[in-house]
């Protein structure tokens, strides 16, 4: 972070200091959790139904935190705020703005998209990295609370921010613009992910629009050719227009070849140059993802040959995004256990089935609800266990209510009332030779399940199997 006195996070912020000396100053970000203190930042306070981060307050002190950011004095130097939120976004957009002003130039992008958005994140801050220091959104850390700690999370020499921007109704986006105006914004597509909340994919689009809209003549919107919504906002940008995909003009994604596992080789093309590069990232998708952070590091100036050859030596993404894992005896687990959402669903199942295809291991599905898809929620998930009978996965397992539907569309699938219990009979019912595939959106916590697949096998001899649970397919 800009170092800052507790006199000037007051003034930004219009908060009053308690048990504090207006000259000490934050040196480091700001931060929500004592588990994970920042020695020399500025711990944000929320007072929450179930916990009160001002009983906290002394803990992070004592851990490294200068002050503390809160709605009423803890006892410890405290920066009392009518609205700490409202504060933190004041004092990351009063930090932006002089971290602009400074010598070293700073260039903000932001990516946005129905899917992928945080594993392009990923890949565009590692590409980035490499040209110079980057901040980066954590995790999907995208909202109105995550962005503003992202932005004060920027040093005097940072280069390259990359905030990850996502929205639950239209507005909500040209709110965080308002926070961090970006320079480069990148559109990745439309889909069906939050469609309960939207109502429609336009309202969709019309949201995701929101962050070319916002862009000044000299920033660059960096647009999906290949999705139709996506492309139409050309006409919604007073900003130089870049695109990329299989129809992109300006990086285009040719040949794509995957490997036994499922990783691809791909192709890319930028003013008459054609690069080749092995990503070691699992999904055929992987290719599109790619092609739109080389399009977004390039729009913000960066050399296409040093950001395309980087991508090669990304070797894993967030957290439980199609984490690609192998236990002692040869079992292989794809834990994607963060989101799922209907295109998210199908690239996953379309890379089982490839993987399952080119290496012959016989392929294991265990699917749970995808969230926020509204009236077309049953419809959806039936969508998922025809795609999986069709794709001819071997075994399917299906846990919670929500997720019902994708075992009535597959008749061979097999149905559970409860995580745990799935988990069980997937453990007992594997040997080693199979690939797995673990996905659901976030609340449904089937990481759990990849965790206990991946702890070494009990005394079962490998092919042993539960009594009574024999494989259906």
Request: proline letters at 5%; a negative charge.
């Amino acid at each position: 972070m800009i170092p800052l006195s507790l006199a000037d996070v007051a003034e930004i912020t219009g908060g009053q200091l308690h048990d504090a000396d207006p000259d000490t100053e934050v040196t480091g970000a700001a931060f929500l959790d004592t588990r994970t203190p920042v020695s020399g930042g500025l711990f944000a306070a929320f007072a929450g139904e179930r916990a009160d981060g001002h009983d906290h307050a002394g803990q992070a002190v004592a851990a490294g935190a200068v002050a503390v950011l809160g709605s009423r004095p803890t006892g410890v130097p405290t920066v009392v705020v009518a609205d700490v939120e409202a504060a933190l976004q004041e004092l990351a957009r009063t930090v932006l703005a002089r971290r602009r002003a400074a010598e070293v130039p700073l260039t903000v992008l932001a990516v946005t998209g129905s899917q992928g958005k945080t594993s392009v994140k990923d890949l565009l801050a590692a590409v980035l990295a490499g040209v110079g220091p980057t901040v980066a959104t954590s995790g999907s850390f995208n909202n109105e609370l995550g962005l503003p700690l992202t932005v004060l999370r920027t040093e005097p020499g940072t280069r390259y921010l990359v905030l990850e921007m996502g929205a639950r109704g239209i507005g909500h986006l040209r709110q965080l613009c308002a926070i961090a105006p970006p320079d480069v914004s990148l559109v990745l597509n439309v889909g069906k992910a939050h469609l309960g909340e939207f109502g429609s994919r336009e309202n969709i689009a019309q949201a995701k629009g929101e962050l070319v809209e916002v862009l000044t003549p000299e920033g660059a919107a960096v647009l999906n050719a290949d999705d139709p919504m996506v492309a139409a906002m050309a006409d919604r940008t007073a900003a130089r227009v870049w695109t990329y995909g299989r129809a992109g003009d300006d990086v285009r994604l040719l040949d794509v070849v995957t490997d036994e596992l499922g990783r691809p080789a791909v192709t890319l093309r930028h003013g008459g140059e054609e690069i080749a590069v092995q990503l070691q990232l699992l999904g055929a998708h992987q290719a599109g993802n790619a092609a739109a952070a080389v399009a977004a590091a390039v729009a913000a100036g960066c050399p296409f040959r040093d950001v395309t050859e980087a991508l090669g030596a990304v070797e894993r993404l967030s957290r439980w995004r199609m984490e690609l894992h192998e236990r002692a005896d040869g079992l292989v687990v794809v834990n994607d256990a963060y989101n799922a959402n209907p295109d998210s669903m199908r690239a996953a199942l379309e890379t089982l089935a490839g993987i399952g295809d080119r290496s012959g291991r016989p392929t294991v599905a265990v699917l749970g609800e995808m969230r926020e898809l509204g009236e077309d929620a049953a419809a959806e998930h039936r969508v998922v266990g025809r795609l999986a009978r069709e794709l001819g996965i071997d075994q399917v397992y299906v846990a919670g209510e929500g997720a019902r539907a994708i075992a009535e569309a597959d008749p061979a699938a097999r149905y559970f009332d409860t995580v745990p219990e799935a988990a069980a009979a997937v453990r007992n019912n594997v040997r080693g030779t199979e690939v797995v595939l673990v996905k659901a959106s976030r609340a449904g916590g089937f990481e759990r399940i990849a965790e206990e697949l991946l702890r070494q096998p009990d005394n079962r001899e490998p092919g042993d199997r539960e009594p009574g649970k024999e494989a259906t397919r």
